[in-house]
C-alpha cells in the first residue's frame, strides 16, 4: 500500500505540470518511474511473487544484476549531479563587481512566461540592490514568440525602473551555449566585467556555469526562485541535460 500511495503522488506531482503545458524527458521519466511503483504497489499480490520467482531463475538473476548495476549508476550520477547543482545555487556573487547576465525563457506572445518572469524577479532583485551593476540580457525569438526574449526582458526592466542605459539586450541566441556565447561578446565589445552573475533558475546554474567557465568567465549564480509544480519536472530534465553538455560540449 505504502508503494501504491508514494506512485500515485508521484505521478500526480508529474501530472500537474502537464496541465501547464509543460511536457519534456523530465515528466515522462518521472511518469514513468512513480507509474510503475504505483502498479507493483496496486497488484503486489500478484507483482511481488511473480518477480521472486523469476529472480531465482538463471536468467532472471543476470537480468536483476543489469538492473540494479543501471539503478546504482542512475543514483550515483542523480546524488553527484543534484550536488553539484546545489553548489552552484550557493556560489553567489561576493559583492557587485560582476555583469549580470540573464538567460532568456519562453514568452508568451509578448508575455513572459511564468519561468521567464522569475528571472526578470531575480534580475530587477539586483539590480536595485547593486545600482553600478550592467545586465545582459540573451534570449532570441522562437517561432511561436511574437517578440524576442531579449526583448521582454528588457521591457519589463525598464517598466520596473531600470534604467535602460544599464541593460544590453542580445537577441539571437537559442541555447545556453549560444546564450553565453553571444554575452561574452557583447561584454567584451562593450568593456563590461568579465566576471558575470548567471541568472537563471536553480536547477539550471550548475550548467550554465559549465559553459561559463569554458569561456574563461568567472561565474556566481543569481539563482531565480522556481515555482514548486514546475520544479521536480525540471528538475529532472536537468540531470539528463547536464550528461549531454558533459558528453558533447
Known sequence: ???????????????????????????????????????????????????????????????????????????????????????????????????????????????????????????????????????????GQGEDEEISEARCMFEALVAYGISPDRLYPEDKSTSTKENLEMSHEIIKRNGLKKDIAVVTNEFHEYRAGLVAKELGLGFSAVSAKTAGWLLPTYLVREWYAIIFEILFR
Open 1 to 139: 500500500m505504502v508503494r501504491a500511495i508514494i506512485g500515485a503522488a508521484g505521478c500526480v506531482t508529474f501530472i500537474i505540470p502537464i496541465f501547464g503545458g509543460i511536457f519534456n524527458i523530465g515528466t515522462v521519466t518521472g511518469l514513468a518511474f512513480f507509474g510503475l511503483l504505483f502498479l507493483s504497489g496496486i497488484f503486489r499480490k500478484k507483482f511481488d511473487p511473480a518477480v521472486i520467482n523469476f529472480v531465482n531463475t538463471k536468467a532472471g538473476k543476470t537480468v536483476a544484476y543489469i538492473i540494479g548495476a543501471v539503478v546504482l549508476f542512475a543514483a550515483i550520477t542523480v546524488t553527484v549531479e543534484t550536488s553539484c547543482i546545489v553548489g552552484a545555487i550557493c556560489d553567489k556573487p561576493k559583492n557587485s563587481d560582476v555583469t549580470l547576465v540573464v538567460l532568456g525563457c519562453k514568452v508568451n506572445g509578448t508575455t513572459p512566461s511564468l519561468m521567464l518572469r522569475e528571472r526578470i524577479d531575480a534580475a530587477y532583485e539586483f539590480l536595485s540592490e547593486n545600482p553600478e551593476a550592467d545586465c545582459v540580457l540573451s534570449g
